[in-house]
């Protein structure tokens, strides 16, 4: 049974960074593909990074340059690293996982195994 557990959100004002990690249990890293996606009040899920079995990535526009999604696979572990934070980045994050998705691809699909999440919220 694949479970995610996402760590790292807090409360920090606009410019700052966080670090979102997600630990991976029972997931078989071949194949795979996770993400990072968010929710805020009132507004639908978004994809905001996702990376591959190949290493590959892919972000939304409006996080660019900001985050970047990686990956350390001897540690089962996700991560997100959030520099240049703004109030539009408030949300909840979660960590998404499945397999047979390029990046790309996955920016945009559905996830069949999700974690709880974890809140950020960015002060200005």
């Known amino acids: 049974q694949v479970k995610l557990v996402e760590s790292g959100g807090g409360s920090v004002q606009a410019g700052g960074s966080l670090r979102l990690s997600c630990a991976a249990s029972?997931?078989?890293?071949?194949?795979?593909?996770m993400g990072w996606f968010r929710q805020a009040p009132g507004k639908e899920r978004e994809g905001v990074a996702t990376?591959?079995?190949?290493?590959?990535?892919s972000y939304a526009d409006s996080v660019k340059g900001r985050f970047t999604i990686s990956q350390d696979i001897a540690k089962n572990t996700l991560y997100l690293q959030m520099d240049g934070l703004k109030p539009e980045d408030t949300a909840m994050y979660y960590c998404?996982?499945?397999?047979?998705?390029?990046?790309?691809?996955?920016?945009?699909?559905?996830?069949?195994?999700w974690g709880q999440g974890t809140h950020v919220t960015v002060s200005s």
């Open positions: 998404a996982a499945d397999w047979g998705m390029t990046a790309i691809q996955a920016l945009v699909s559905e996830f069949r195994y």
């Open positions: 990376i591959d079995s190949n290493g590959r990535t």
């Open positions: 029972g997931y078989t890293y071949s194949h795979h593909c």
